[in-house]
């Protein structure tokens, strides 16, 4: 049957408004790949329903269950719920082509011509009870630069991919998304009228987590036309930057977040979302809250203190916004080692706390707990001997991802809700794109098998990880076409790995160490270490052990020998006495023989405590046969995590050591993707590629990433590293990025060809920063040569024969990466990856004028002017909208914001472009100039109806339109 012989969407007598906003779905969904509209009718009888699509409720499904099947001459979508039936929907819409993911949809350019009612008939059922999303707040690239539309978008699309679960972390003392005070500084509607001063990631903000403030006009090669202020932040903070000054401004940050839960929570629930918000446990309380307690006579370290305040977050909750579940989490420094019996005793017993005040208070939401650790890890348990059967457990995987899923998972009780939390990627390579399918797959088939009933992704971007996205949602659904192990029992060895830690208890003690640009390096440490069995190949090596004295003032009082494999070869080793205090301090042991793939560290304390910050292992693998040895490196930050090339912490736990390799196949996902994303005449080629970067080689998680990593958690996340390997040597981990180029003309229509450009330049980028990376440690290495230099002529010759010409080609390069990032910019996971290279690769780290003083010395005049930025963008004009929405609540005044990135000179504004979907011609409504190169326009009135859009305008000869596909296939905005 061909799509026009459909004659109606056929809705229930008095459907209740989720229905019908169902079928304005799959009405708008249908006229995008077919260009035939089908009207929508309510109330037909059965036996008159002919060539429709039907539908219905069906209390023989359960609750989140749907079927797609045809009866006679139409189709029936039905479902144990409304919400159900909205999942057949979207499940519908796939079958047409269309493809869901959280920065949009993905509607492709050759249009549906198969046949709308006949499908072979299809069930849906959820493998797990909570599907969900975790934004990370804290960094630019994620939801610290969310406003409203955003934050609605993400819930509107995550509803298309089948997901029902949203929620947030809050760092305590720092982020607004939960407020800590007493009841009595709440008035009747929730707001704040006593509080602290918290914010959130934005361009003027200095020092956290390595970004730099920085002012926008200051971007390199016309980034700044981007922004429409010198200062780039959420709402909620605006006009309170970069931290609020005064309670009426700390009140205000927290009453705007307040509403912005409010609207953006209430209209998640209208779309069958629950949601969670948290804290940090123990309780940590904010100077100002501790001196209103002691104000009130209350000691702020006593039970009572806390039962108040706890009291306050949650009546304030109940007041301000709607809420399912509120959690906590346990300390994050648990996550590197064995946590000490004081913070375990004082974790358990405010957990306690928490748990029996919303007790009194009637549970108004549901209780959880989560972490970087599911417990102690020596006793994983812990937490389900302390909560109510009722309440869940959660945590993140551990070593940002790497580690398979916590063994504690499968010990905990069948009744227990178990949640694991997985990393849709990590922060410290946050500025590059990350391929992770095959480990979510991977992760997701052993959460199901050990019984888990929720799934939650933890991120900060949304299309540069669109993959994995993708990839959770559809394993919480299906996995039986590439898990071969599904429905099997669970089976793992759990097994000491030869790659341990003994003992040791976290720290990062945040101070300034001299004698190293490593800080982050040097304050992660442990200490009470009894030692490490580090797998090697079998061959001879030395360990170079790094140290840093942070706590202790004077000599004598750490005190300690080091055995390398059970030589005594470092004794009374004194840092304090050798160092004084937070200097970098090494020492390195002479070579040693491993031929039992074990090289064995032992610590034995004489004065005080053990403690180490990082070791590196170097030598040559022993010759196998006829195979010579190959030297070797190895490189663990102790008590921290990825760091430059040092692996994170070596874990104490009993090992889930998995058999198979880390990562399942991801083959189908990725053909599905590419050939939905650029069409069926490259779509398996691109697929092979992009698979061939996905995950890591083997099955430990943490080696042989098959994507390049050229940036790495430095003074912050994702710095650009300098490589001292050659370019030559390095180019060819970017070989991938020449076999995309090599496609570009084969791929047809314009959507298509939008979304190739999109994942050609943000690849182009990446080796860009590849390319940096080994001519900064170019630069390096030849401002040691320069240090070598017999005389201050030979300086200057050599400055400008060897440095010169490098540190000009490296401000070239710098421009080349920001205009392949400045062509990805279409979400503000984009906009903030530029901001933290901008304000911390460049300016923080110095990654490009590190040298130029030392340079102009030596040299003895002023560096030329090469060496300075372009402010002029160079690249295509495009027009990009950042708060794009495709479902708009009742009542919304939805406000779209465009910009046109590409001239400094526009004589004409943008115009939209709008009908209703399907009917007459386009009517068009100029847009408003807002500042800089922002424009914006009102979404038209039109009641309930849906409103099919594009927008277009000329630039300097050249006719841009938005959507990329426009105007054959347009955007479109549904009334919820």
């Not at 002691?294 to 006593?302: F, L, R, V």
């Not at 994050?332 to 080692?337: D, I, K, Q, S, V």
């Amino acid at each position: 049957m061909q799509a026009q012989e459909v004659k109606q969407i056929v809705l229930p007598y008095e459907a209740s408004r989720l229905l019908n906003f169902s079928a304005k779905e799959i009405q708008k969904y249908i006229y995008l790949r077919t260009k035939l509209f089908v009207p929508i009718q309510s109330g037909e009888a059965e036996h008159s329903i002919s060539e429709a699509i039907v539908l219905r409720d069906d209390n023989r499904l359960s609750t989140e269950e749907y079927s797609i099947e045809t009866k006679g001459n139409s189709l029936y979508i039905s479902g144990g719920s409304d919400i159900a039936v909205l999942y057949g929907v979207y499940s519908y819409a796939e079958l047409l082509g269309v493809r869901f993911a959280l920065h949009g949809d993905v509607i492709p350019d050759e249009p549906f011509r198969g046949s709308l009612l006949q499908c072979e008939k299809k069930n849906g059922k959820p493998l797990f009870a909570l599907r969900g999303l975790l934004p990370f707040h804290d960094f630019p690239e994620g939801p610290d630069l969310w406003n409203e539309d955003m934050y609605k978008l993400c819930m509107a699309q995550m509803v298309k991919m089948k997901m029902n679960f949203f929620s947030l972390h809050t760092y305590p003392h720092v982020e607004p998304n939960v407020w800590v005070g007493l009841s009595e500084d709440t008035d009747e509607k929730g707001n704040v009228t006593y509080s602290y001063p918290t914010t959130l990631a934005n361009t003027s903000r200095p020092g956290a987590w390595g970004y730099s403030a920085m002012d926008t006009r200051d971007y390199c090669c016309g980034a700044s036309t981007l922004f429409k202020d010198s200062v780039y932040a959420s709402p909620l903070v605006e006009g309170l930057l970069p931290w609020p000054n005064g309670q009426e401004q700390m009140n205000e940050v927290f009453n705007r977040t307040g509403t912005l839960w409010d609207d953006a929570f209430s209209f998640g629930k209208q779309l069958g979302i629950r949601f969670c918000v948290g804290l940090e446990t123990p309780l940590s309380i904010p100077k100002e809250v501790t001196e209103r307690l002691k104000e009130k006579n209350i000691d702020p370290g006593s039970r009572e203190a806390k039962q108040l305040l706890y009291k306050g977050i949650f009546s304030r909750i109940q007041k301000r916004h709607p809420l399912d579940y509120f959690w906590l989490w346990t300390p994050e420094g648990w996550t590197w080692g064995t946590p000490s019996k004081e913070s375990i005793q004082s974790t358990v017993e405010d957990v306690r706390i928490a748990r029996s005040v919303l007790s009194e208070l009637g549970d108004p939401f549901g209780f959880g707990l989560s972490g970087w650790v599911l417990g102690p890890p020596n006793d994983t348990k812990l937490f389900d001997r302390h909560l109510p059967a009722g309440d869940f457990m959660s945590s993140l995987s551990r070593l940002v991802g790497q580690e398979r899923i916590d063994l504690g998972y499968k010990e905990l009780p069948d009744s227990r809700m178990k949640m694991p939390v997985l990393w849709l990627e990590d922060d410290p390579a946050l500025t590059t794109p990350q391929f992770w399918a095959g480990r979510l797959r991977s992760d997701i088939a052993e959460s199901y098998a050990a019984g888990c009933s929720g799934i939650v992704g933890n991120f900060w971007r949304t299309r540069s990880i669109a993959p994995n996205i993708i990839a959770m949602a559809e394993a919480c659904w299906e996995q039986e076409d590439w898990n071969s192990d599904f429905g099997k029992p669970y089976q793992y060895v759990p097994e000491p790995t030869n790659d341990i830690r003994i003992g040791g208890v976290g720290t990062n003690y945040y101070r300034h160490i001299k004698g190293t640009e490593d800080q982050y390096l040097y304050n992660t440490q442990r200490y009470d270490l009894e030692g490490f069995k580090v797998k090697v190949p079998n061959g001879n090596y030395k360990v170079t052990f790094l140290f840093s004295e942070t706590k202790f003032d004077r000599p004598g009082q750490r005190v300690f020998h080091l055995k390398v494999q059970d030589s005594e070869v470092l004794r009374n080793i004194d840092v304090f006495k050798a160092a004084g205090r937070d200097s970098a301090y090494t020492i390195t042991s002479g070579m040693v023989k491993v031929d039992n793939y074990t090289l064995d560290i032992q610590f034995e304390p004489v004065v005080g405590p053990t403690f180490l910050s990082g070791f590196v292992i170097e030598g040559k693998t022993a010759d196998v046969n006829q195979i010579k040895g190959t030297p070797y490196r190895r490189c663990i930050d102790v008590g921290g995590g990825l760091y430059k090339d040092f692996e994170a912490d070596l874990s104490e736990q009993v090992g889930n050591k998995q058999q198979r390799p880390r990562d399942m196949s991801a083959t189908s996902l990725y053909q599905d993707y590419a050939c939905h994303e650029f069409g069926s005449e490259v779509g398996n080629r691109v697929a092979a590629i992009f698979e061939s970067l996905d995950g890591t080689v083997g099955n430990e998680g943490h080696l042989g990433f098959r994507m390049p990593r050229p940036a790495a958690w430095i003074t912050g996340p994702g710095v650009i590293q300098p490589n001292e390997i050659p370019w030559e040597e390095e180019a060819g981990k970017y070989a991938f990025v020449d076999s995309l180029y090599a496609l570009r003309d084969q791929v047809k229509g314009k959507g298509n060809k939008a979304r190739f450009d999109y994942w050609l330049n943000t690849f182009s980028c990446l080796r860009a920063m590849g390319e940096l990376g080994c001519m900064r440690g170019l630069l390096d290495n030849r401002m040691k040569e320069l240090s070598a230099q017999p005389s201050e002529k030979a300086k200057r010759s050599f400055v400008e024969d060897k440095v010169l010409p490098l540190r000009i080609d490296l401000s070239r390069k710098w421009e080349q990466m920001i205009g392949y990032l400045m062509q990805t910019v279409y979400t503000s996971g984009e906009l903030g990856t530029l901001i933290n290279l901008e304000s911390q690769t460049r300016k923080t780290y110095g990654f490009l004028t590190k040298y130029d003083q030392e340079l102009e010395v030596a040299y003895g005049k002023k560096l030329p002017t090469e060496i300075y930025l372009s402010e002029t963008y160079s690249q295509s004009s495009r027009l990009i909208v950042l708060n794009e929405r495709t479902v708009i609540g009742k009542g919304e005044a939805y406000k779209m914001e465009v910009t046109v990135l590409g001239t400094n000179h526009i004589d004409e504004v943008p115009v939209l472009m709008y009908r209703e979907l399907g009917k007459g011609k386009f009517k068009a409504k100029k847009m408003t100039h807002e500042k800089q190169q922002t424009f914006s326009v009102q979404l038209p009135d039109s009641t309930e109806k849906t409103i099919e859009y594009y927008i277009t305008m000329n630039v300097d000869g050249k006719n841009l339109s938005y959507p990329a596909s426009a105007p054959e296939v347009n955007s479109t905005w549904v009334k919820l």
